[in-house]
């Protein structure tokens, strides 16, 4: 939902590479990426092909689960700005291919004629952003010792796409210069290397009806295997998101035409002391509202850099007692 360039780059390659392999092996040679044909025989269109789609379905289905997990930056930032951060991590990353292919061979002699294939260099360009501005939440522990994150399964698959072959590393690194480059306010790249917006229009007119989908429900279903107290957690959870968005669409009925901000902190008790639920029908009165939960600066800034306010920050974790991930949830549905 909300990311039908994420959707259309998960479908259109992986679709062509697996008819590539399967029924349609003699025009893999088009596909290639070939570099010693594009720099002699100045075969251009060879960048198109080969940096698109991927000729091993190990790379196809790598690439296409990390493009799956970074749909986020579309729905956050909008299926133009998202795309025109592709299309310049793909051109730089392009030139920058080329020029550590020279390097290589300047510095240790190595003639590199072919690359992998694949939309790989704006994919590895992805996690600049991601390990910049998406949170680190702990899940859970190894040993005692070993954190378990909500990006760590993101960071493996990318170390899977990075040893799949010999010479990929330099379109890892290729991509994460070009992510560089482009998320850097000091070059100003994304002025330049941008989607116009005539064409932006074209496309959602055009594609979009196709790649879209349907808002997901908020039916919530409770895994298989579950304990009970798993399954009351999650039950609990559920009606506290459910009491939470009722009441802010009642707070900003009543204050549409007043504006201003809401006291989400006066609204929300904090979530970890809710331990049953019947919560509904033992609510506390605002006299027996404990006082305001001391907030992490860091969160706070974390926060900020997703793009909310700092008053939109405090009050989002005050109201979900300092809890980073219930907090940005909240308010990214809001």
């Not at 300047?106 to 998406?134: D, E, R």
């Not at 959602?204 to 957690?233: C, H, K, Y």
């Amino acid at each position: 939902d909300k990311a039908p360039l994420s959707k259309s780059l998960l479908l259109v390659p992986s679709a062509i590479s697996i008819l590539l392999t399967l029924l349609f092996q003699h025009y893999q040679k088009f596909f290639a990426y070939n570099l010693q044909a594009i720099k002699e025989d100045f075969q251009i269109w060879r960048l198109v092909c080969g940096r698109t789609v991927c000729l091993d379905l190990k790379d196809t289905f790598c690439s296409s689960l990390l493009i799956y997990n970074f749909r986020i930056f579309e729905r956050r930032y909008g299926s133009r700005k998202f795309s025109s951060f592709l299309l310049g991590a793909w051109m730089l990353s392009a030139l920058f291919d080329l020029l550590f292919v020279e390097i290589t061979q300047y510095i240790f002699g190595i003639t590199i004629n072919s690359l992998p294939s694949g939309f790989l260099g704006p994919v590895f360009a992805l996690f600049v952003p991601f390990y910049s501005s998406i949170p680190r939440v702990q899940v859970t522990q190894v040993l005692g010792h070993f954190s378990i994150t909500n990006k760590t399964l993101v960071y493996i698959l990318g170390l899977q796409l990075l040893t799949s072959g010999s010479y990929i590393w330099i379109l890892a690194l290729s991509g994460l210069v070009s992510g560089i480059c482009y998320n850097s306010s000091i070059l100003k790249v994304h002025r330049i290397l941008c989607v116009p917006s005539w064409v932006a229009k074209i496309f959602s007119w055009t594609l979009e009806p196709i790649f879209s989908s349907a808002e997901p429900t908020n039916e919530f279903r409770v895994g298989m295997g579950a304990t009970v107290d798993i399954q009351r957690q999650q039950r609990m959870e559920l009606l506290d998101r459910q009491i939470m968005m009722s009441q802010v669409a009642q707070m900003r009925r009543q204050r549409q035409q007043q504006g201003g901000m809401i006291n989400w902190n006066r609204l929300f008790p904090p979530l970890r002391h809710r331990h049953n639920a019947n919560y509904q029908d033992h609510r506390p009165s605002e006299q027996d509202t404990p006082p305001p939960t001391e907030v992490s600066e860091e969160q706070v800034a974390r926060l900020m850099e997703m793009g909310f306010s700092r008053g939109d920050a405090l009050e989002a974790l005050r109201a979900s007692n300092n809890d980073l991930n219930v907090a940005t949830n909240f308010l990214l549905q809001h």
